[in-house]
């Protein structure tokens, strides 16, 4: 994933931009710690070198007020994968949430991979107990199927039927999607597709393909 990471540190400002990862997916089973030192080990090889875990991993320090200025002065913000569910809750009109907004809309980038893509649609679903989850909205009418060359695509056809006027977005393992702002306009990056459920239609798109969610 270094060509989508490294144009995400592109957009962000650069090299120095400040780079911040919640771990939160990953703290209901005490992978926490890892899945953060993991995120950093990866963006300083890719040669970033302002990259900070932030101990984000509840709905308490969610709402701590020096953990939301820390993201609002971040350019960069990260949401490794994990507990789809935890995440989105913990973060559903908190603070932290508030000031990555407040980053996002100063023209910073926010990425996450699989939970963490998974909390920023307006829907999601929480493979923990099969409901269908209000996300947080970032991508507006939107549900995004992660793994899906794996096991994402056998969500398509019940979350086909329950959210009929959802663009479902299916993101191959190794693979992902960037957009900016902007224009509106995404690119696919990596091995394998991004496949669109468009109510009938099933679009599958592959690397270095643009193209915009409406």
């Known amino acids: 994933m270094a060509a989508p990471d490294l144009r995400a540190i592109e957009l962000a400002g650069g090299f120095d931009a400040r780079i911040s990862i919640i771990p939160a997916a990953a703290a209901p089973d005490n992978n926490h710690e890892r899945a953060g030192q993991n995120g950093v080990r990866w963006f300083e090889s890719l040669g970033a070198d302002n990259v900070t875990v932030l101990p984000l991993i509840d709905r308490n320090s969610a709402d701590d007020r020096s953990l939301a ?5 971040s350019r960069l913000i990260y949401l490794p994968g994990g507990f789809p569910h935890h995440l989105g809750q913990s973060l559903a009109g908190s603070l932290a949430w508030l000031a990555m907004l407040d ?18 649609c307006s829907h999601y679903f929480n493979p923990q107990d099969g409901r269908i989850v209000e996300g947080l909205g970032l991508l507006p009418a939107s549900c995004v199927l992660p793994h899906h060359d794996t096991y994402g695509k056998k969500w398509a056809p019940r979350l086909l039927s329950e959210l009929p006027d959802t663009l479902l977005i299916g993101i191959d393992e190794e693979t992902g999607m960037l957009g900016v702002a902007e224009d509106g306009t995404w690119r696919v990056y990596g091995k394998g597709l991004v496949t669109l459920y468009n109510n009938k239609e099933v679009r599958s798109l592959a690397s270095a393909t ?4 409406s």
Not at 69 to 73: D, G, I, M, P, T
């Open 210 to 213: 643009t193209f915009k969610l």
């Open 103 to 120: 980053a996002w809309k100063q023209g910073a980038v926010i990425a996450g991979s699989s939970a963490g893509a998974m909390v920023l």
């Open 69 to 73: 200025e820390a993201l609002k002065k």
